[in-house]
């Protein structure tokens, strides 16, 4: 691995990691998903929009804990009252009182769920999700997209397991083909448990996608007809399109939705919500995990909730969003590129055009963080309501730095 002495700790930690860690560190937060050697590896901090790695550098950061930090590092509108629930107790053997107000909160919130279950991880959620689904209709084929990310369990990872058959049965399709969807819903004709789908497609390394308008509609009637459970998959997209879910925002009607990351600001919680007509169904289901019931993160979730609806975080999110976009096609237009800014405002990513390996992604994220800029070459990115136009500010003039370097290794 290239050597590079600003990040020497974050190094020193990753061998000490390799010997009693498989991998190192493992996943999407691995240094073979970002730039090895040109970026930090370990975090010890953070605050607002920014982190510090274990080097001492500091960065405005813009993967958010991967979208969890919704309201940004540290918020004490979140941390007080999860603090003073630590001290009370976080998991008390049964649940606490705030199991219930939480699910009660959501399910007047989010748009068309009649009851909620918690979990700890979007995996948890998108696993219970399909396994419902099986339950409820009888039936075992599960359909997604081509290069969705599900989670990390086996029917939807990146593992394959030749002697398991969790994969016989989950059939894809390219996102938004609304031809090769039909056919597959012909061609498994009432064997067909769910389809699970993101809001829109945010795939890893390639632009994001927007669903057509007739989209939704079309994924609904072959659902209707085929007796099929709709899964909106709402992990990553979680309040930043809307504060009823994504679902709201492109006027989908799922029969489940997950949620998680953004749910309790960076607390390990997650939730599977559904129709109330499902509620029964759900209810058949042994829903359990030892630390499934811990007060801590649901009380962070009540106070987040709270926060976003009135902060109104979403048009924050946009407005920073937007600025950052428009900034940085500018930046790279004065040097004589174009660049590729897709996704939602508030959750951006960025390609350049004829760079198939990412090769300019990863030159020009490097630069970034080299300045003191976390922008993930690979996965898309996020705003925080942390973020303000100073911080977008200071990114764009380090842009047009990075951007200028990239001219002189092209
Ligand atoms: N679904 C989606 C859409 C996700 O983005 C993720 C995580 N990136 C997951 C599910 C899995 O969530 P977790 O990593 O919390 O298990």
Known sequence: MSGNNKYKTSQTLFERAVKVIPGGIYGSKSPGFTVPGQFPYFFTEGEGCRVKDADGNSYIDYLCGFGSMILGFGNSVVDDPAIAQIRK????????????DLAERLCDLITGMGWSVFAKNGSDATTLGVTMARVHTGKRRILMADGAYHGSSNWCSANQFPV??????????????????KELF?????????????????????????????????VESLCEKEGALFIMDDIRANFRLSIKGSHNYFNAHPHLVTMGKSLANGYPIAALMGTPELKKAAGSLF??????TSSVPMVAALHCLEAMEKWEVQSHMNEVGKMLKDGLKSAAEMEGFKVNLTGPDSIPFMTFPDDPDLYHNQIFSASMAKRGVYLHPHHNWFLSYAHKREDIQETIEKAAESFKELTRVN
């Open 186 to 218: 012909d061609i498994y004709r009432d064997e067909i448990a769910c389809i699970i789908l993101t809001p829109y497609h945010h795939p890893a390394y390639i632009d994001q996608v927007y669903p057509e308008k007739s989209w939704y509609p079309l």
């Open 164 to 181: 398991l058959d969790d994969r016989d049965y989950v059939h894809t399709f390219p996102y938004g083909d609304e031809e090769a969807l």
């Open 89 to 100: 107790g976080d998991l008390l053997n049964c649940p606490s009182p705030v199991f219930v």
């Open 287 to 292: 829903i359990t995990g030892t630390f499934w």
